[in-house]
């Protein structure tokens, strides 16, 4: 490997150990053993200086160039590159060959001390080299098993689900892995083109140590001899949990990885007693030779003086000499004192510039080196970063000059230009905000703001920042803005005034309210329960805030019901209610708002008719209270609606959104609630067997929803994923296949693979593979799925417990029963587990054992399970609900399989009347029902040999066909089972003998042996 030195690279040590990377490296890309090297030194020892070092080695050394030679690219100020242990974005040409993966991530707390999941960075600098990766592991398969098993390493990081499936599914057997994730990528790619990448939420997630043992996996999959992986974890001190589990496992795992790791060895030190950092792993590592560890030692003298000279040469024996005392063996110190202006300038000079007394006076600390570098700042420019500390760490730049105005600050706009370069203590973190790189300059211009300014002028600022953003929510084009820009200044307005401490008025409680539902709306639940949290803690101890302060308490649980989390979120709620309870009015409008939340919790783990009866009673004293236009009315309204739905109530459900959309007409609602109101009516309707309406619907509030907030956004990804069940529900399947394809995608690159609705939309694509009788596909997506909502949920989670449901019926549709009957055991043993012994859903669940027993032939143990569950259902239930009724169905069905046909017969008549009462007569159920009775009657009479009664149930059956044909449509799935229904009785009856028209024997069939 050829020798490609910076010369600012100095210190014979550190050139050792530069070296000693570069073998580690190969012998891991040529082994297969994955290796972790960690470098100890104190912060500035030039730990991160060899990694960057190691980087340009490797980048120079490729036979084809592919990644850029230098991490820094160049970049003029010291502290924003030093830190950097991954390039920045470059163009990738698809068609160039890619040397080697290089991931790069830093560890970090942030200002409450939480570590930061610092694998998220890696999977983002990953998703640009989706492409070449998979073409690289291509050519490396032999065969199409391997190619695609290469590329579901590719497609594991890159967020897909299962992408060998997924490549299977999307483009078929023959199309290759590569093909598949290039394709993605590039219209992932297109859709987003100019815009930037979405902020990352860093902070921990209770499945994080999950995620980077998958993440591991993946890399371990991916890495082969000809495609090393190398993996920098700088600060790894502070590595998350994730992080530290990704590494355990890589160490444990064959692949071609080399795990470089930059660490203080005072806190391994501290560590190695804390179970589950880096230090506390790093030591059993070292034991078993996976690891190795290598301490640096300050640079000598006369490597300081090489890096001086590297700068300018024949500089004054004095200068450097105050320099290397300074830096104290330090480079990044030293880098620092010679980026000060009058240093710069004297080391260009020889050195003969400065006067003994600027020798004298030169900066020793870190800190000190700072604040001489701030002092060299512009004036204008030091105001304006001063200024912008008043909103914390993230400040939207486009209120600065309306502050600086007020302040007369001179040149603002031109000093918030030079404040992001050419000095570099600024970043771009999201569409209008920004965050200081060093958290020591932050707290240096914070600092200074104080003396910059006076404390009027401060509180004037503030004052700015918080009337700024008044204005802003006034604007006449408020509504056409974009959600980010929204978002952006409901942040500034209410998080500025949180962190400024001032007095909160009704304008800043509008915008906590706002920013939460746009939070909400856009499903960034994470950021929505962050925000939450935030406002507790600002909100607690002040009477004043106390209705705020309970607001936003229901709010984090809220966001963690959004997240999935029902149970933890109704426990919290419960809490909440019976603290309220004890301080607080029960008929005051805050706690209706906390039982608003709670009914809603309710309706998601099975409790509909609970939250039913709370949310009529809601509605009712804020309607009294207030009025019917009154916002909490309405919204527990819709609510109500929702959960009549759930209920099995869905004829009243529309009368509600029917009387929730005159309401919203009359008060000139907001076009999104409105458009939330159709949504939630068309999903009513298709409940009420009209799907042909819903999907009517859906499609003009899609139409709607895109032009208000774009395809992509989640409100209308949430709209098509609605359209798609109902297209699905009335037989349009591959309508419904093609919507779910594309909306698999793009939650995956919106949301991402863990988010509830991408895991929501990959469960709806099973079914359509269902549907289609494509169950080489369903049930190992159908696996996959209930893998990953086990990990993510946990495995009694209600969503998890559903997909277990879907894959039982998967399985029993491809006849393979046993399976089946051990999944439905599964999943009775959950729903027990997680809703009790008589909840709706455990009783489903002990029917759908009973069935199965039956259906396997084990119809001894079946019947007198069916007779426990009908009980329980007529129960809990009551005799005209729709499971109770779908129960009698199946057990009738078990008494005819079991020969007692007038048992049988009796539950057939009963369960179409009582059917044909509670549903009307032509709902699905109901038609079902017909469909079973007939075929039952045609056996009947075919058994006793009677030639009348075997027309009439041959009438009845072309009847019931009809029927099917003129409400659900020739080709809807049920049809087809009716229609095909009617053929197995005709070939039965012509198989014993029977002519089909006219009914009769055409010869005696034989007699029964005796």
């Known amino acids: 490997m050829p020798l490609a030195m910076d010369p600012t690279f100095v210190g014979d040590d550190r050139r050792e150990r530069l070296e000693h990377l570069v073998a580690a490296y190969e012998a891991v890309a040529a082994s297969g053993r994955s290796r972790l090297v960690v470098l100890a030194a104190p912060t500035g020892w030039g730990k991160t200086r060899i990694v960057r070092e190691l980087y340009g080695r490797l980048a120079m050394s490729a036979p084809h160039p592919y990644w850029p030679p230098r991490l820094d690219a160049g970049e003029g100020s010291w502290l924003q590159a030093r830190k950097r242990v991954f390039p920045p974005p470059f163009d990738v040409g698809e068609d160039t060959p890619i040397p080697f993966l290089w991931l790069g991530v830093s560890c970090q707390r942030d200002q409450m001390g939480r570590e930061l999941a610092a694998l998220q960075y890696a999977e983002q600098q990953f998703q640009s080299h989706v492409g070449p990766l998979a073409a690289a592991l291509e050519s490396t398969g032999e065969r199409w098993k391997a190619r695609l098993a290469a590329a579901g390493a590719v497609a594991g990081l890159f967020g897909l689900p299962d992408p060998v499936n997924l490549a299977m599914t999307w483009h078929g057997i023959a199309t290759s892995g590569w093909e598949v994730l290039s394709a993605e990528w590039r219209s992932y790619r297109d859709r987003n083109a100019g815009t930037r990448a979405r902020r990352v939420d860093t902070h921990q997630g209770s499945h994080a140590e999950e995620r980077g043992a998958e993440m591991a996996e993946q890399l371990a999959r991916l890495s082969g001899r000809d495609l090393p992986v190398v993996l920098v974890i700088d600060d790894a001190h502070w590595a998350d949990p994730g992080t530290v589990r990704c590494v355990g496992k890589l160490l444990n795992t064959p692949g071609h990885v080399l795990i470089l790791a930059t660490a203080w060895p005072d806190q391994l030190a501290i560590q190695a007693d804390e179970v589950g950092t880096f230090g506390h792993a790093l030591q059993p590592w070292l034991d078993a030779g996976r690891a190795e560890r290598h301490d640096l030692d300050r640079l000598a003298d006369a490597a300081l003086v090489r890096l001086i000279e590297s700068v300018g040469g024949g500089v004054d024996s004095r200068v450097v000499r105050a320099l290397c005392d300074r830096a104290d063996g330090n480079p990044n110190r030293l880098q620092g004192l010679m980026s000060l202006r009058v240093v710069r300038r004297a080391l260009a000079a020889g050195g003969a510039s400065l006067t003994q007394e600027q020798i004298d006076t030169l900066p020793a600390g870190d800190a000190e080196i700072i604040g001489a570098i701030w002092r060299e700042l512009p004036e204008h420019v030091r105001e304006v970063l001063a200024l912008s500390t008043l909103q914390g760490s993230e400040f939207n730049p486009d209120w600065i000059p309306a502050a600086a105005g007020l302040l007369d600050l001179t040149d603002a706009e031109s000093g918030l230009a030079q404040a992001h370069s050419p000095w570099g203590w600024v970043r771009s973190v999201d569409a209008a905000l920004a965050a200081f790189v060093e958290a020591g300059l932050f707290e240096r211009a914070s600092d200074e703001s104080m003396t910059l300014f006076l404390p009027d002028e401060l509180t004037r600022a503030r004052t700015a920042l918080l009337r700024w953003a008044a204005d802003q929510k006034r604007r006449p084009d408020w509504d056409t803005l974009s959600a980010a820009a929204r978002r952006a200044v409901l942040e500034a307005h209410f998080l500025g005034a949180e962190q400024s401490l001032l007095e909160i008025d009704e304008d800043v409680v509008d915008s906590a309210h706002r920013l939460l539902e746009l939070l909400a709306e856009g499903e960034e639940l994470a950021r929505c329960r962050e925000v939450a949290e935030r406002g507790v803690e600002w909100t607690g101890g002040k009477p004043e805030l106390a209705d705020l302060h309970w607001?936003?308490?229901?709010?984090?649980?809220?966001?963690?019901?959004?997240?999935?989390?029902?149970?933890?979120?109704?426990?919290?709620?419960?809490?909440?209610?019976?603290?309220?309870?004890?301080?607080?009015?029960?008929?005051?409008?805050?706690?209706?708002?906390?039982?608003?939340?709670?009914?809603?919790?309710?309706?998601?783990?099975?409790?509909?008719?609970?939250?039913?009866?709370?949310?009529?009673?809601?509605?009712?004293?804020?309607?009294?209270?207030?009025?019917?236009?009154?916002?909490?009315?309405?919204?527990?309204?819709?609510?109500?609606?929702?959960?009549?739905?759930?209920?099995?109530?869905?004829?009243?459900?529309?009368?509600?959104?029917?009387?929730?959309?005159?309401?919203?007409?009359?008060?000139?609602?907001?076009?999104?609630?409105?458009?939330?109101?159709?949504?939630?009516?068309?999903?009513?309707?298709?409940?009420?067997?009209?799907?042909?309406?819903?999907?009517?619907?859906?499609?003009?509030?899609?139409?709607?929803?895109?032009?208000?907030?774009?395809?992509?956004?989640?409100?209308?990804?949430?709209?098509?994923?609605?359209?798609?069940?109902?297209?699905?529900?009335?037989?349009?399947?591959?309508?419904?296949?093609?919507?779910?394809?594309?909306?698999?995608?793009?939650?995956?690159?919106?949301?991402?693979?863990?988010?509830?609705?991408?895991?929501?939309?990959?469960?709806?694509?099973?079914?359509?593979?269902?549907?289609?009788?494509?169950?080489?596909?369903?049930?190992?997506?159908?696996?996959?799925?209930?893998?990953?909502?086990?990990?993510?949920?946990?495995?009694?989670?209600?969503?998890?417990?559903?997909?277990?449901?879907?894959?039982?019926?998967?399985?029993?549709?491809?006849?393979?029963?046993?399976?089946?009957?051990?999944?439905?055991?599964?999943?009775?043993?959950?729903?027990?587990?997680?809703?009790?012994?008589?909840?709706?859903?455990?009783?489903?669940?002990?029917?759908?054992?009973?069935?199965?027993?039956?259906?396997?032939?084990?119809?001894?143990?079946?019947?007198?399970?069916?007779?426990?569950?009908?009980?329980?259902?007529?129960?809990?239930?009551?005799?005209?609900?729709?499971?109770?009724?779908?129960?009698?169905?199946?057990?009738?069905?078990?008494?005819?399989?079991?020969?007692?046909?007038?048992?049988?017969?009796?539950?057939?008549?009963?369960?179409?009347?009582?059917?044909?009462?509670?549903?009307?007569?032509?709902?699905?159920?109901?038609?079902?029902?017909?469909?079973?009775?007939?075929?039952?009657?045609?056996?009947?009479?075919?058994?006793?040999?009677?030639?009348?009664?075997?027309?009439?149930?041959?009438?009845?059956?072309?009847?019931?066909?009809?029927?099917?044909?003129?409400?659900?449509?020739?080709?809807?799935?049920?049809?087809?089972?009716?229609?095909?229904?009617?053929?197995?009785?005709?070939?039965?009856?012509?198989?014993?003998?029977?002519?089909?028209?006219?009914?009769?024997?055409?010869?005696?069939?034989?007699?029964?042996?005796?």
């Not at 959960?643 to 009243?652: G, I, N, T, V």
């Open 551 to 1010: 607001t936003f308490r229901g709010k984090v649980a809220d966001a963690m019901g959004l997240q999935g989390d029902y149970e933890g979120a109704l426990e919290r709620y419960r809490s909440l209610l019976e603290e309220h309870a004890r301080e607080h009015d029960v008929d005051s409008d805050a706690h209706l708002e906390l039982r608003r939340g709670h009914a809603w919790l309710l309706m998601h783990t099975g409790e509909a008719e609970t939250a039913v009866a709370e949310l009529g009673e809601i509605v009712d004293t804020l309607s009294a209270r207030h009025g019917d236009h009154h916002e909490g009315a309405l919204r527990a309204r819709r609510r109500r609606g929702v959960a009549l739905q759930k209920a099995d109530r869905a004829r009243e459900a529309v009368a509600e959104f029917d009387r929730l959309l005159e309401l919203l007409a009359e008060s000139d609602a907001d076009e999104g609630e409105v458009l939330h109101a159709r949504t939630c009516r068309a999903d009513a309707l298709g409940y009420s067997s009209r799907g042909r309406e819903a999907i009517s619907e859906l499609q003009e509030v899609l139409e709607a929803e895109t032009r208000r907030v774009g395809r992509d956004h989640p409100v209308a990804l949430h709209v098509r994923n609605n359209l798609g069940h109902w297209l699905l529900w009335k037989g349009r399947t591959d309508e419904a296949r093609v919507i779910f394809e594309g909306l698999v995608a793009d939650r995956l690159s919106i949301l991402g693979p863990d988010h509830p609705s991408t895991l929501a939309s990959r469960g709806n694509l099973v079914s359509c593979y269902e549907n289609l009788g494509d169950l080489d596909r369903a049930e190992p997506l159908s696996r996959q799925l209930l893998a990953d909502k086990e990990r993510v949920l946990g495995p009694h989670h209600p969503m998890t417990l559903v997909t277990r449901s879907n894959l039982a019926s998967a399985l029993r549709e491809a006849g393979r029963l046993e399976e089946a009957l051990v999944e439905a055991r599964n999943l009775l043993e959950g729903r027990e587990h997680t809703d009790g012994p008589l909840h709706p859903w455990t009783l489903r669940a002990r029917l759908d054992v009973a069935s199965l027993l039956a259906d396997t032939g084990r119809t001894d143990t079946a019947l007198p399970l069916f007779g426990q569950v009908l009980e329980e259902l007529a129960s809990v239930l009551g005799w005209d609900h729709r499971i109770t009724l779908k129960a009698c169905l199946l057990y009738a069905e078990a008494l005819r399989d079991a020969g007692r046909s007038v048992e049988g017969r009796t539950a057939f008549d009963t369960l179409v009347a009582r059917r044909a009462d509670s549903l009307g007569p032509t709902h699905v159920d109901t038609l079902r029902a017909l469909v079973e009775r007939a075929a039952w009657t045609v056996d009947t009479a075919r058994g006793a040999r009677e030639p009348e009664a075997v027309r009439r149930a041959l009438d009845e059956m072309e009847q019931v066909v009809a029927t099917h044909e003129e409400v659900l449509d020739r080709g809807h799935p049920l049809t087809r089972q009716a229609q095909e229904a009617r053929e197995r009785v005709v070939d039965a009856l012509q198989a014993d003998g029977w002519d089909e028209q006219p009914p009769t024997l055409r010869s005696a069939p034989p007699a029964p042996p005796v």
